[in-house]
């Protein structure tokens, strides 16, 4: 049997549906025992005994909540090792001039607020264990943002910057920091990213993407499971493109 992350306890959030619950099934794959993380205990369930994991709610952009998992999780498999951000948030395409001040606070709040509330409980539970892996969703549109979701990339290019300077500050204590930066899946959020999901739209954004096809579950959670095994062991403060292409 496969073994790359034999032993290790990972947290992931967001891990109910989509990117995240890719992750904690290739995690899982690779023997790590897993806490999924959402905001949906029944997703978070479904999610769970399939891996045999455990399930946790959480709204990760509170304080109290977020120290929680982390502690859940310490008390379910006795530590952490890897720590995945991915739970995301974002709002309609639209103009910014256009969003409201309560969109712009959950963008701010899921995409950034969370990752540094789940570091500041999580890390110092990593370095007990002689170090490990964070790891943050980002996205495609910290790099190469376009108009539509400027608070969105605004968001994703603060998890970003966060990551690179996270990974020095914690270098001494052995931890590495890293961000995915995928392209658009084929998600329930695709017509909320696109405006809409007509087969118009979706061919014109489909034209940007060299590869010439959205990302998957799979290409991310092969990408996270690359970052928090071993075989990236020399890798931090990297925010890998997962585009095919796109960033070009």
Known sequence: MSGRLNGKVALITGAGSGFGEGIARHFAAERAKV??????????????????????????????????????????????????????????????LEVTDEEFDRVFAVNVKAVFLACRYAAPRIAKRG???????????????????????????????????MALEFAEWKIRVNALCPVLGKTGLTSTFLGDDSPERLAQFMATIPLGRMSTPDDVANAALYLASDEGSFLTGVALEIDGGRCI
Do not use: C, H
């Not at 969105?152 to 290019?157: D, V």
């Open 131 to 165: 170090g490990g892996s964070i790891i943050n969703t980002a996205s495609t549109a910290a790099l190469r943002p376009r108009p539509g979701l400027t608070w969105y990339n605004a968001s994703k290019g603060a998890v970003v910057t966060a990551t690179k300077s």
């Open 35 to 96: 806490a999924v993380v959402d905001l949906n205990l029944g997703a978070a369930e479904e999610v769970a005994e399939t891996v045999g994991g455990v399930a946790i709610e959480a709204d990760v952009s509170d304080a109290d909540q977020a120290r929680s998992m982390i502690d859940q999780t310490v008390d379910a498999f006795g530590g952490i090792d890897i720590l995945v951000n991915n739970a995301g948030y974002t709002y309609a395409n639209k103009p910014m």
